[in-house]
């Protein structure tokens, strides 16, 4: 299949960019990433600079992978990373424009690279709980309900990828906020810092530039991971709790 | 590569700024005050279908509410107060959050825009709010203080609405309906997001709290647009 590419070309973080068109012969079998693969082998042969992406595991579960494909991050299908989108969902002909995810807080480092540290800025501000180390816990010592346990699965199946933030209208990284939140707040293990939690992980998103939610639900669609949009509702109560109702101490 | 050049400017604010969340509090507390306003005007207006006397006897009895306990007009005063305050807050917040959302999000996207943006409601929520705010100062000049009304009499309610909203007027009626459809969207929206904001929605009640959101800001809208499309169609 013959295709025609407009992918972003940015040589560093103070260029400007611009959109440049490629065409390239893919395969229905390839992934999303192959064909990329295919484009950059062509451009190295002819001396070009390849395109710069992210990408490590390939099998959707690590994250890495970001771009926006025709306006949508991680492109057209749902519950899918760009990693495991497949060109036999494009047909012969098509043009496929490919950008970097567009954040504030995620600048540009190089073509669809952007840098997501605020990510880890995030998580470092409270993303971890308190355990002893040494020999494990006896496995049946915290009971914990089923359906707490399977809300704090559902949350913890965040990749961190930023596609919510990239969705998002406002720029906001609320659903990754949320997932994290509510993953570890659910549980036994994640009581003891929750509400310390919730203040130093909102502050460190505002801090990053994010922006706030307006509860469109975009974030929620484009998730690779299928984040529900009510871990927002969950981020919200437990910082209301911590600040307006005062759980947090100190 | 430098902290500096890697956060690329717009992105590392100096001082620590109000969290956001913080912000949609406020929004959904003045919300809140604003909708309650908002339905008890509305009941209000239905009296007009009671008959000229109806309307004239419930203005006058909205200012002596609570007689003597509180002077003539106390309780008008006070609603007014406490809703200069909400759409004070309100506007401000949104304008605060406008501004954060535009950094946080400066570049559209090339390849057309994401196309699951939320609904119509929830995409329309900024502008949709100026035109309500624009629709109320001149709501305000038409039936409060009379200026744009060619009756214009304090306390002649049902003349001033008759004489407002006169079949030779109808452009008028028609601006009021498109602005009450406005604050429909706004409110169907509104409702939903304000619930989320204050921690309230969950994924098994998420379906229930949007079909009852829209349903109120359809009987809303509803009962609203009825009062002016009555009287340029001479039912009332």
Known sequence: MKLTLKVWRQRDAIDKGRLATYDVEAHEDMSFLEMLDVLNEELITSGEDPVAFDHDCREGICGTCSMVIDGQPHGPQRATTTCQLHMRHYNDGDTIVIEPFRSGAFPVIKDLIVDRGAFDKVIQAGGYISANTGSAPEANANAVQKEHADRAFAAANCIGCGACVAACPNGSASLFLGAKLTHLGELPQGQPERYQRVVEMVQTHEDAGFGGCTNTGACATACPKEIPLDVISQLNRDYLAATVGGKKKG | MSEKSRAGG???????????????????????????????????????????????????????????????????????????????????????????????????????????????????????????????????????FGVANPNGVHLEVYDNIAAGFAPERWYVTLFYVLAVVALGFHVQHGIFSGIQTLGWSSNSRERTIKVVSTVFAVVLTLGFISVPLAVTFGVV
């Open chain 2, 10 to 144: 717009a992105a590392a604010p100096r001082r620590p700024r109000t969290p956001s969340a913080l912000l949609k509090f406020v929004m959904a507390v003045s919300g809140v005050f604003l909708l309650l306003y908002v339905v008890l005007h509305m009941i209000g207006n239905l009296k007009i279908f009671f008959g000229p006397a109806a309307i004239d006897e419930y203005a006058s009895w909205l200012r002596t509410i609570l007689e003597p306990a509180l002077p003539y007009e106390g309780m008008l005063w006070i609603v007014r107060v406490v809703l200069l305050v909400s759409v004070i807050a309100h506007i401000w917040s949104a304008t605060v959050l406008t501004l954060r959302a535009r950094r946080a999000r400066p570049i559209k996207y090339a390849g057309g825009s994401y196309r699951v943006k939320g609904s119509y409601a929830a995409r329309t929520m900024r502008w949709g709010g100026v035109i309500i705010a624009l629709f109320v100062i001149y709501h305000l000049l038409d039936l409060t």
